[in-house]
């Protein structure tokens, strides 16, 4: 049950949290849309964020009707290097949300990582979700891989570790790890609990050290894990509740993973093609029977060569002699002899016959010699 307003307070909230909650924008950026007569509530444009609304109110924004708010939702998401975390980019450089796959509904960013930083970025649907896990107070750690030229020993990062004044600004001591040197560059695990803008490269360079590069591995009790660079990963409802006391209560499946549309396609066409190689919905239990076969496929055991023939041929009955031939395709009709006929004893010899003068005696002396 919502607390009753004291006495003298308007019902419902303000303006700007209203349009945060629903995923229309951050409070900042709403308060900047009212500001420019972007917003009208009840037909009648307004110019400020001092007002209050309820779910009575109807909510114009640039001419779309603001509905009910969505449940909180919060998704993982392996940002690559070159990427700027920023909805427009006034230098025309590609930004995070031009590289998200179509699915994905409006969201923002929990937090930023800079142009030559990769790794984990949260993102959510909720205004108020994304507020929360921004603030200093919520003190979670976020944990970084960097690598750095050099090689540093514990007493270079001591200053880290005890906290470090970098022009005029003030860092929170830092949880600073050596985890191994690699020629002429070193791993470093480093902790925060605070994100001030380029925090770590600024702090590294106050100590002599040169970050190539920065990976964002942990965000409070949300890890990369094995994310590859542009594929999204929803946080399931039951995380999220357990981690923030709030989420989605629908979907308490595994978590889905997405990748992000290949290089110069657009968010929306990328989401037709997906959406045409989907089939018809499989009954309850369909789906777990044709995992089942699939994997007994899988698995089951293969021969090749010699072997395979042998399996193959193991339940025909076998054949010989013309029978096989006839069933290999092979088989040709033998011609049909020639007739020869006998020689008669005592018959005449000549070149019919083939055979030697019978009888009478041989010619005295035999075979002439040469030269006789």
Request: hydrophobic letters at 35%; glycine letters at 12%; zero cysteines.
């Amino acid at each position: 049950m919502q607390a009753k307003p004291a006495a003298g307070t308007p019902d419902g909230d303000r303006i700007a949290k209203v349009l945060s909650r629903a995923g229309v924008a951050s409070r900042r950026e709403a308060e900047r849309m009212i500001e420019l007569g972007e917003v009208s509530v009840n037909g009648k444009v307004i110019d400020s964020p001092a007002l209050n609304v309820t779910s009575k109110d109807k909510i114009v924004v640039r001419g779309v009707v603001v509905g009910e708010p969505e449940q909180a939702r919060l998704w993982l998401y392996y940002k690559p290097e070159g990427l700027v975390t920023s909805e427009s980019d006034e230098k025309g450089r590609e930004t995070v949300f031009d590289n998200l796959p179509a699915e994905l509904p409006r969201v923002m960013s929990v937090g930023r990582l800079d142009l030559n930083s990769e790794g984990l970025l949260l993102l959510t649907n909720d205004g108020a979700l994304k507020r929360r896990l921004e603030l200093p107070s919520t003190g979670w750690l976020r944990k970084y891989r960097v690598r750095v030229n050099g090689n540093p020993v514990d007493p270079d990062l001591e200053p880290l570790r005890k906290g470090i004044v970098v022009e005029g600004e003030r860092f929170q001591p830092m949880i600073v790890v050596i985890d191994r040197i690699q020629g002429a560059n070193a791993w470093l695990t480093v902790g925060l609990r605070e994100g001030k803008n380029r925090e770590i490269r600024r702090a590294m360079s106050a100590i002599n050290l040169t970050v190539n590069r920065l990976i964002r591995v942990s965000y409070g009790p949300f890890r990369l894990n094995d994310l590859q660079p542009g594929e999204v990963e929803e946080v399931k409802g039951k995380v999220l509740r357990d981690q923030l006391g709030q989420g989605a209560t629908v979907d308490e499946d595994a978590p889905k993973r997405t990748r992000a549309p290949r290089a110069g396609a657009s968010r929306t066409t990328t989401g037709k093609a997906e959406g045409a190689s989907s089939g018809r919905r499989l009954k309850a239990g369909e789906g777990l029977k044709q995992l089942s076969e699939a994997w007994g496929e899988a698995t089951k055991p293969r021969s090749f060569g010699t072997a395979a023939r042998k399996e193959a041929d193991a339940g025909k009955p076998r054949v010989f002699g013309t029978a096989a031939k006839k069933a290999e395709g092979d088989f040709r009709p033998a011609k049909p002899a020639a007739k020869r006929a006998a020689p008669t004893r005592g018959g005449p010899a000549g070149p019919k016959f083939g055979g030697k003068p019978a009888g009478g005696p041989k010619p005295a002396g035999g075979r002439p010699k040469r030269g006789a």
